[in-house]
């Protein structure tokens, strides 16, 4: 008579307790790297109404040097409302020497200006710098929301956003 040797063969895999660990384990990572990646993401947006407004300052320099005047508007310099991507609108508010806002005219020739990019799409949601604004003067100046959704100041240094 011939002996079967049977041996035992031990399961191989994973257990569902042991699955549901490694779940657990992603899940938790996850939760974690996620709102700061999006953040990340938007932070970097930002980067294209900097651009932006710069690239509009430049063009109103180039423009005072031709016409010793400020461009009272976005049209009178001949640049974009909207940034690149579409993330921020750009508009110009130029004004005379007694403060009040000028208009196309060179009778009410500008002698400062103030640039601003405002978000738009998805840069909605970044709370903490939703508008960016330079001078002439190079003042850099942004605003965030705060928890009404209301534009405020007080809850930004500009350092955070420029």
Same mark, same amino acid.
């Given at each position: 008579?011939?002996?079967?040797?049977?041996?035992?063969?031990?399961?191989?895999?994973?257990?569902?307790?042991?699955?549901?660990?490694?779940?657990?384990?992603?899940?938790?990572?996850?939760?974690?790297?996620?709102?700061?990646?999006?953040?990340?993401?938007?932070?970097? &947006?930002?980067? =294209?109404?900097?651009?932006?407004?710069?690239?509009?300052?430049?063009?109103? #320099?180039?423009?005072?040097?031709?016409?010793?005047?400020?461009?009272?508007?976005?049209?009178?310099?001949?640049?974009? /409302?909207?940034?690149?991507?579409?993330?921020? /609108?750009?508009?110009?508010?130029? &004004?005379?020497?007694?403060?009040?806002?000028?208009?196309?005219?060179?009778?009410?020739?500008?002698?400062?200006?103030?640039? &601003?990019?405002?978000?738009?799409?998805?840069?909605?949601?970044?709370?903490?710098?939703? =508008?960016?604004?330079?001078?002439?003067?190079? #003042? &850099? +100046?942004? +605003?965030?929301?705060?928890?009404?959704? /209301?534009?405020?100041?007080?809850?930004?240094?500009?350092?955070?956003?420029?």
């Amino acid at each position: 008579m011939t002996h079967l040797k049977i041996k035992n063969k031990k399961a191989s895999g994973f257990t569902l307790i042991e699955l549901m660990i490694v779940v657990a384990i992603v899940g938790i990572l996850s939760s974690i790297a996620y709102p700061s990646y999006t953040k990340y993401v938007q932070k970097s &947006k930002r980067t =294209e109404a900097m651009v932006a407004l710069m690239q509009a300052a430049q063009q109103q #320099e180039k423009f005072f040097s031709q016409n010793l005047r400020y461009a009272p508007s976005a049209t009178a310099l001949g640049v974009n /409302t909207s940034t690149e991507n579409g993330l921020y /609108t750009i508009s110009i508010t130029g &004004k005379k020497s007694d403060g009040t806002t000028c208009d196309n005219t060179t009778a009410n020739a500008c002698i400062s200006f103030t640039l &601003k990019a405002t978000a738009l799409a998805s840069q909605l949601h970044d709370t903490d710098c939703r =508008e960016f604004t330079l001078k002439n003067t190079g #003042e &850099k +100046k942004s +605003k965030g929301v705060d928890s009404s959704g /209301t534009l405020n100041s007080a809850n930004n240094a500009s350092g955070t956003c420029w």
